[in-house]
């Protein structure tokens, strides 16, 4: 039977501020701007927005949607608490609002000012999805996700012979992405020796293994498929969506196996939702808080075995021209930190043949993942419709 | 005139646990040298770190049991940037999360260990180390 979401909604706008480090702008007017585009983009106003997932805490709430954009009857409002989970899990809500007639157009809208703005481990500190780490890990000197992810990739290693290599590889090809888009926080090439001569954060983490810190916009538009069909952009539409938690959701430590991220849950629901697997997938736009999660998350996705994804990366596989080109915009490590709506917003630009320099040839169907709190995964399968 | 004089910044405070309903009874038995774990009343079954109800059998009547102290390395990672300035002088120091023979993971320093020598399995003790008259916190060191 074919699933009730798959395929009733699309993804019929998407918007981005500049990404940078340092902007005199606040978090929600960097939110509204991008929604602006994004709205722009579909073709659609302001005042046909009618339901608002904004990335939540950081930015506005759904009151300061409606004062700033005029909105005249918004039917709903949500939060998805999953940290970096939280963009494309959204994208599963906002679909269900259109796919049942709730609404007709969702936004789902990200305003950061991570660079200048408070830093990492001072934001999560309002996350209740953190107290248990706050409590327990925060005072022996553990609570940044770089220390708190570190030690799956130090087992990662120890036990499948994952290397510093395979992570750079990671870094290395991002960054050449990130060079096609313009729109990059990280303009300059990077090589494997400028990794590996970066200073250590949290071993096996160096700094090039990790995300940027920010600032900038994002946003995008849900609808259902039948209305954005007669919008501005080609159509492109949800295949297959899930969102999952692992067990022992808010600490890493008491998980019965630290490299268990919830995707594990989720991508299977998703494969069969959109009636494809891995090895459809033309593009993936897979979540890269760091080098490593992105290694681990292609195992889990079925592109390869666990502890076979170090090897797997290698030789061209996962860049342009290869057989699974990723984060073809330069993702979080080198476009910039919108806690991976800018993924969605890729995926969706490969799929309409937007993506410039970066284009990936023929690209009809491709997957975006997110990864948040202490592994909460998300996955949406998106296609271009004929 | 002279120049304002601007006071220095007040240094930096560590982070601190704040127990709960449900883990004062750990923190308590930390203070006092003692690694107290949450027991289930209903199947027996251990659990960490503390909460209300047991997963397993869902009852909610549990009691602390003192539990031993030595178990297994799991993982580590060693902490070069500190992301609380109160780390600054502790940097670099080694996080090891250990698989204890009770039954539960501990995340805590490793001291006394060069990097080298820190291997998957490796054993170690904890021990307890007193930071205020409330806080003592757990450390590991080779047993």
């Known amino acids: 039977m074919v699933h009730p979401l798959h395929e009733t909604a699309a993804i019929s706008g998407i918007g981005e501020t500049a990404y940078t480090r340092g902007t005199p702008k606040s978090a929600l007017a960097l939110q509204l701007e991008a929604s602006l585009a994004a709205i722009a983009d579909a073709g659609l106003s302001p005042r046909d927005i009618d339901g608002i997932v904004p990335y939540f805490p950081g930015g506005g709430i759904a009151e300061d949607f409606i004062a700033n954009l005029g909105l005249p009857d918004l039917k709903l409002s949500l939060f998805v608490p999953m940290g970096g989970a939280t963009c494309v899990a959204a994208i599963q809500s906002a679909a269900m609002a259109v796919a049942t007639g709730v609404c007709n157009h969702v936004l789902i809208a990200v305003g950061r000012t991570g660079y200048s703005g408070a830093r990492v481990s001072t934001r999560l500190q309002q996350f209740p999805q953190f107290a248990l780490a706050a409590e327990f890990e925060a005072p022996i000197g553990m609570f940044a996700p770089a220390q708190l992810y570190a030690q799956g990739a130090r087992r990662h290693m120890e036990l499948y012979g994952t290397t510093a290599r395979h992570m750079a590889e990671v ?19 990077l090589t494997v020796e400028d990794h590996h001569a970066s200073r250590m954060i949290s071993d096996p983490f160096r700094l090039f293994d990790c995300s940027l810190e920010s600032d900038g916009g994002a946003a995008i538009i849900i609808s259902r498929a039948d209305r954005a069909r007669d919008l501005k952009k080609p159509l492109v539409t949800i295949m297959g969506v899930a ?40 593009v993936a736009e897979i979540y890269d ?69 970066a284009q990936v040839k023929n690209a009809e169907v491709g997957l975006v993942t997110g990864y948040g709190d202490m592994g909460d995964g998300s996955i949406a399968i998106l296609r271009r419709a004929a | 005139m002279s120049a304002p004089t601007v006071a220095p910044p007040p240094a930096p405070e560590r982070p601190l646990p ?23 009343s209903g199947c027996g079954k251990v659990r960490h770190y503390p909460r209300p109800v047991c997963p397993h059998c869902f009852s909610m009547d549990s009691e602390f ?9 799991h993982a580590w990672t060693v902490c070069h940037h500190p992301f609380n300035f109160f780390f600054k002088a502790a940097v670099p120091y ?32 904890m021990g307890f180390e007193p930071i205020d008259k409330e806080v003592t916190l757990p450390f590991f060191v080779a047993e």
Not at chain 1, 171 to 189: D, E, S
Request: a positive charge; charged letters at 20%; aromatic letters at 4%.
């Open chain 2, 94 to 125: 080694v996080v090891a999360l250990v698989d204890m023979d009770a039954g539960v993971r501990v995340n805590a320093q490793l001291k006394g260990v060069a990097e080298a020598d820190i291997k998957i399995g490796k054993r170690v003790k």
């Open chain 2, 65 to 73: 049991k003192e539990a031993p102290t030595g178990g297994t390395i």
């Open chain 2, 18 to 40: 704040t127990p709960t309903r449900e883990s004062q009874p750990h923190w308590d038995g930390m203070r006092e040298g003692r690694f107290l774990l949450q027991h289930c």
């Open chain 1, 171 to 189: 870094a290395v090809t991002t960054r050449q992405h990130a060079i096609l888009n313009g729109n990059v926080v990280m303009n300059k090439p």
């Open chain 1, 289 to 357: 808080c760091f080098t490593f999660t992105v290694i681990r998350q292609l195992e889990i996705l079925g592109f390869c075995k666990t502890g076979e994804g170090g090897p797997f990366i290698m030789d061209g596989r996962i860049g342009l021209g290869g057989d699974l080109p990723i984060n073809t915009h330069g993702g979080l490590l080198s476009q910039g930190h919108v806690v991976g709506l800018n993924h969605a917003i890729e995926l969706t630009r490969q799929l309409r043949g937007e993506a410039g320099k």
């Open chain 1, 243 to 282: 969102a999952g938690h692992p067990e022992s959701p808010a600490s890493i430590a008491q998980r019965p196996d630290i490299l268990e991220f919830g995707l594990v849950k989720s991508a299977p629901r998703a494969y069969e939702m959109a009636g494809v697997g891995p090895k459809d997938i033309d």
